[in-house]
């Protein structure tokens, strides 16, 4: 790519510049409630009740899926429904396998399968396992983002070397060189720079590492009105590659330059106090690190007052630097101020030497600068990166309808085979389930002996109301999930 250099011959104090071309969740975003404890290689799973625990379907704790019951026979709830026949009332009633029920909330606790799944598909307990170690995936990027975010809080650099080049040469101008007289000569100096080893593999423009840079040729030879050439950064600067100067001069140049950088640190840096910078053993630094290291001292050395915890009781150095006995913590900061000052800039001397028989020289120098970490940029993209999340949301959604699924066939397999066992008892226990169920919707203590009767169920008064109260529970649930949605 072509350089293009701007001369700076006839404004004395602006450099002229080189242009080189033209935002309780878990660790995935996922709502959740607290993750389900579950023992590796274990049966028993924390959150769903024991072996024995009674669940109904739906639960957030439960193991069985659907209402389980105790081999008791004296118990007289049945051991399971057939398809169609729970008595749940509002939007999600009905089936377990012939309807899915929308998940409005997605829990770990849903995702656990039923104990006693074990015993009937025993690679059932590599799925609860991968679901532990789900969990302990999941606590640790949690804890991984936490630190990455604090970590984002704190400047993070790398210190790497600038190497800096001084080109100074002698030039004939264009305009002069059909001329018979003597040809005007002029001699140019260019100061530009580059990283060596650079982390990103990205040329940053020079300027970028300076906050002013000022050239002071030789006061005797170009007067006091020429010899300084200034550039300060402002709010509107625009990046150069390096800076030119050009000056008319004889056929030999033989002057002295000296040239005044001060680095642009990011969080600013600031020089210390003579005797604050040899107590703390820090030259020049940020102000959260000055503070931070003077906390330490004020540990290391017990100066914190032992009754009155916001008051440090000054040694003889610090009495001396802040000449107070006894100052509070929290005036540290505006007592600090009168001993810091602005860094002193990088001087460089240089020497233009350049003849007619020798008319280009370049000098080297390399500085230490201060760049971001290239980490820094990956970290960030890290906590803002959404594809991985959305994906793996995608499969949990699947896995939530999968459990589901399992459980309600699940339900139906009790049902079935608890119909199989003993039909007699099994009938009449269902029908026992119903009356109670009856009693509940009306309302009413009922009449068992009635209820034994086929007449009774034949009754229009009931029925009637029933309906009613099944109709009346799902418009309800309706407007709620409506109301819900609204407010999402």
Not at 35 to 42: K, L
Not at 330 to 340: D, H, K, Q, S, V
Request: hydrophobic share 30%; net charge positive.
């Amino acid at each position: 790519m072509p350089q293009n250099y701007s001369s700076q011959s006839g404004t004395p104090r602006t450099a002229a510049v080189v242009h080189h071309g033209p935002a309780y969740t878990n660790s995935r975003g996922q709502q959740s409630n607290h993750p389900v404890q579950v023992a590796p290689n274990s049966k028993h799973y924390q959150g769903g009740g024991g072996p024995g625990t009674q669940g109904s379907h739906g639960s957030g704790g439960s193991r069985s899926g659907s209402s389980q019951q105790s081999s008791n026979a004296s118990n007289p709830r049945p051991r399971g429904r057939p398809p169609g026949s729970s008595t749940k009332t509002g939007p999600n009633s009905g089936g377990a396998a012939s309807s899915k029920p929308p998940v409005k909330k997605k829990k770990l606790a849903d995702r656990v399968l039923p104990m006693e799944l074990t015993e009937i598909v025993p690679e059932s307990e590599s799925y609860m396992e991968l679901l532990d170690f789900e969990r302990k995936l999941d606590t640790t990027i949690m804890r991984k983002r936490l630190e990455i975010q604090e970590a984002l809080k704190r400047p993070m650099k790398l210190k790497k070397k600038l190497r800096v080049m001084i080109t100074t040469q002698l030039n004939v101008p264009p305009e002069a060189k059909d001329l018979e007289d003597k040809p005007v000569l002029q001699w140019e100096m260019r100061v530009e720079g580059r990283l060596v080893d650079d982390p990103q593999k990205q040329r940053r423009k020079f300027s970028s590492f300076f906050k002013s840079l000022i050239i002071e040729l030789d006061r005797d030879i170009y007067g006091p009105d020429n010899h300084l050439v200034e550039w300060h950064r402002s709010a509107s600067t625009e990046e150069t590659d390096g800076y030119q100067v050009k000056r008319p001069c004889e056929e030999n140049v033989n002057c002295k330059c000296t040239i005044l950088l001060v680095l642009d640190h990011d969080p600013p840096q600031y020089k210390l106090d003579p005797r604050l910078a040899r107590l703390l053993g820090l030259t020049c630094q940020s102000r959260p690190v000055i503070i931070e290291h003077f906390w330490q001292y004020v540990k290391t050395n017990k100066l914190q007052d032992v009754e009155e915890h916001e008051y440090v009781n000054c040694d003889k150095y610090l009495e001396k630097i802040f000449e107070c006995k006894r100052m509070k913590i929290c005036e540290f900061p505006i007592r600090l101020n009168p001993l810091l000052s602005a860094p002193d800039p990088i001087k460089i001397c240089h020497q233009i030497d350049v003849t007619i028989a020798e008319p280009k020289k370049t000098n080297v120098f390399e500085l230490d600068v201060e760049i971001d970490d290239v980490v820094k940029d990956q970290m960030k993209t890290f906590l803002l990166s959404t594809q991985s999340q959305q994906e793996i949301l995608s499969h949990d959604t699947k896995i939530h309808e999968n459990i589901s699924i399992i459980k309600g066939l699940k339900t139906n397999r009790d049902f079935f085979q608890s119909y199989s066992q003993n039909p007699k008892e099994f009938i009449q226990e269902l029908l026992a389930s119903q009356s109670r169920d009856l009693k509940t919707i009306t309302n009413q203590v009922g009449n068992p002996e009635k209820e034994r009767r086929a007449d009774f169920y034949q009754d229009p008064a009931w029925m009637n109301e029933a309906v009613g109260r099944y109709i009346n529970n799902q418009v309800e649930g309706r407007r709620l999930e409506l109301e819900q949605t609204l407010k999402g």
